[in-house]
């Protein structure tokens, strides 16, 4: 009985997006560059640090730790950070490599995040001043093979890095408000 192993190489593409809805999309935003929406979030703490944030319908679990007092039920906030910009980051590849055409066979993100917390969440810990506290450098790593030459690829997250709103949001300051509710 002869052992031989046969292997094919895959040729699958991932599940596209409808392109011609983002290019009109794509249309509609060129016209009306100014536009802006608004995201809506509602977080209800559970107890300890445990919270469920309600977002159209959809719920966001998060949690901390043991070693920082959590039950480890659900991914830290800086996790879920990290998170929403792999999310965003992916959403950037697919629509850009969509726009060129360019069909996607594998996308992953690794993403890496150091954070530094001295102030114990401003509970008596070191008094550091906002900029020494939260994530202080964030590493991306893409895993992506498609349709086109690794250069091509490339063009395509540098791309999608460049007008992310999640990584340009990470990147840049932004107005930020927080207020006690009537």
């Known amino acids: 009985m002869s052992n031989v192993s046969t292997q094919s190489t895959a040729t699958a593409h991932l599940r596209p997006i409808d392109r011609e809805g983002l290019l009109g999309f794509a249309e509609k935003c060129r016209n009306n560059p100014n536009a802006r929406g608004t995201n809506t979030v509602h977080t209800v703490v559970e107890g300890q640090y445990r919270t469920i944030s309600h977002v159209r319908g959809h719920e966001v679990v998060v949690d901390e730790p043991l070693h920082l007092f959590g039950?480890?039920?659900?991914?830290?906030?800086?996790?879920?950070?990290?998170s929403a910009l792999g999310g965003c980051l992916a959403v950037g590849i697919t629509a850009i490599?969509?726009?060129k055409q360019i069909p996607l066979k594998k996308l992953e993100l690794h993403l890496e995040g150091d954070i530094g917390n001295p102030a114990a969440w401003g509970a008596g810990g070191h008094e550091a001043a906002p900029e020494d506290m939260g994530i202080q450098a964030v590493r991306v790593r893409v895993d992506i093979e498609g349709d086109a030459p690794r250069e091509t690829l490339?063009?395509?997250?540098?791309?999608?890095?460049?007008?992310?709103?999640?990584g340009n949001t990470v990147r840049n300051p932004i107005d930020f408000e927080i207020t006690l509710a009537d």
């Open 154 to 166: 490339d063009e395509i997250v540098q791309r999608a890095n460049f007008y992310s709103p999640i």
């Open 97 to 99: 490599a969509t726009w």
């Open 71 to 82: 039950e480890d039920t659900a991914p830290a906030p800086a996790e879920v950070v990290l």
